[in-house]
Structures are given as structure tokens and as C-alpha cells.
T-cell receptor
Framework: NAGVTQTPKFRVLKTGQSMTLLCAQD?????MYWYRQDPGMGLRLIHYSVGEGTTAKGEVPDGYNVSRLKKQNFLLGLESAAPSQTSVYFC????????????FGSGTRLTVV | RKEVEQDPGPFNVPEGATVAFNCTYSNSASQSFFWYRQDCRKEPKLLMS???SGNEDGRFTAQLNRASQYISLLIRDSKLSDSATYLCVVRGTGRRALTFGSGTRLQVQP
């Protein structure tokens, strides 16, 4: 049972490049989330989805887009990467909006130079 | 003011010590509370949920004080393997996502 899988695990981008981070879960969870984690800031919610075909903004959505075309996948896109987007990105999934906690993926370390 | 606040530490304790972390939250309507553990360069993992009556899981005890809006985690008989960052996590009423504190770092020394 894979749980939540994130790809890629590491990436270095140049300023202005675009990329997509993929999150896949095999637990049939309705809710999926993207967070970023920066030193001293904790995890901050970027976007989330409460079901296939729906997405919503979190605390820090600017510069990111998301799509949830299939229930098991949640994609995070950076259209024009900036150095401020250097961070560790975590995807998570849950039932019932996290009422019983989340399952996290192992993270993507992104560096924008 | 942050929605969930924690002392960043680090807390440096010897093996076998008892250590306690506190966390405060600002949303009085918060409904669900958790402690997560995060090892260096790893994803957060659920350590335990926190219930109003308090709950225990082996060496770990969690308490919730709704009146004062704080949550605590007590670790007894600390092990080297307990060294990690402990994240306080809250879910507010009607919220569809969890809010994470910045974490408290624990270093258990031999």
C-alpha cells in the first residue's frame, strides 16, 4: 500500500521556468492538500481539493495553480518559478477534511535559482 | 498573531528525562487537535490525536485545555529516538484543512 506518492523528490529550476508536481494517493480519500514548508514558518496551505473536479485556495496560493481531474491525483503547477518559491512541498490526503489527521507524501525539495 | 503558536526550542534533554511541550491556538471554535512528529528532512507523521479528557499512548500524554486554548504533550523516559520536531496541529470548525504550528525541536542526548 503506497499511501501518498509525490514526484519528483528533488528539482532545481531556473527563475521563470515552469513545472508540475504530482501527488497520487491510493486510499480513496476525498480531500487532498498542498502545503509548503519553510524554516521557521511551519507548513502553510497552498491549495486544497474536497473532491474530484474541485479546488480551493489556501493561505498562500499566489504563483501556484492546481488541478484535480481524477480523485487519486492532485497536481500543483508553477507557471513562472521565482526564488521565493524555493521550499519543501508536501502533499497530503484525508477523509472528512482532516478530522482524523492527514497522510503525507514524502515531499518535494524545490530550489529556484 | 499566528493561529497556532509553539516554542521553537530546541529542548535539549538527557535520556530518561521527562519533557513537556505546550502550544496555544487562537480560534476558540477549533474542534480537532493533534500532535505530529517530523524527523529531519522527512514528512510529518501523526503521533496522536488530542482529546478533551486527555489521552495517553505509552510514554506520551496529550492534554487539551479549551478554556485557556492550549494543548500539551508530555514525553516520559525520553529515548534518543524521540529526537525530532513536534508539530501542534489544529482544525477549526467549518475548516476543511489543518493548521500547523511551526514546531518544537527536541534533542535527546545520551
Amino acid at each position: 500500500n503506497a499511501g501518498v506518492t509525490q514526484t519528483p523528490k528533488f528539482r532545481v529550476l531556473k527563475t521563470g521556468q515552469s513545472m508540475t508536481l504530482l501527488c497520487a494517493q491510493d486510499m480513496n480519500h476525498e480531500y487532498m492538500y498542498w502545503y509548503r514548508q519553510d524554516p521557521g514558518m511551519g507548513l502553510r496551505l497552498i491549495h486544497y481539493s474536497v473532491g474530484e473536479g474541485t479546488t480551493a485556495k489556501g493561505e498562500v496560493p499566489d504563483g501556484y495553480n492546481v488541478s484535480r481531474l481524477k480523485k487519486q491525483n492532485f497536481l500543483l503547477g508553477l507557471e513562472s518559478a521565482a526564488p521565493s518559491q524555493t521550499s519543501v512541498y508536501f502533499c497530503a490526503s484525508s477523509t472528512l477534511g482532516g478530522q482524523f489527521g492527514y497522510t503525507f507524501g514524502s515531499g518535494t525539495r524545490l530550489t529556484v535559482v | 498573531r499566528k493561529e497556532v503558536e509553539q516554542d521553537p526550542g530546541p529542548f535539549n534533554v538527557p535520556e530518561g528525562a521527562t519533557v513537556a511541550f505546550n502550544c496555544t491556538y487562537s480560534n476558540s471554535a477549533s474542534q480537532s487537535f493533534f500532535w505530529y512528529r517530523q524527523d529531519c528532512r522527512k514528512e510529518p507523521k501523526l503521533l496522536m490525536s488530542v482529546y478533551s479528557s486527555g489521552n495517553e499512548d505509552g510514554r506520551f500524554t496529550a492534554q487539551l485545555n479549551r478554556a485557556s486554548q492550549y494543548i500539551s504533550l508530555l514525553i516520559r523516559d525520553s529515548k534518543l529516538s524521540d529526537s525530532a520536531t513536534y508539530l501542534c496541529v489544529v482544525r477549526g470548525t467549518g475548516r476543511r484543512a489543518l493548521t500547523f504550528g511551526s514546531g518544537t525541536r527536541l534533542q535527546v542526548q545520551p
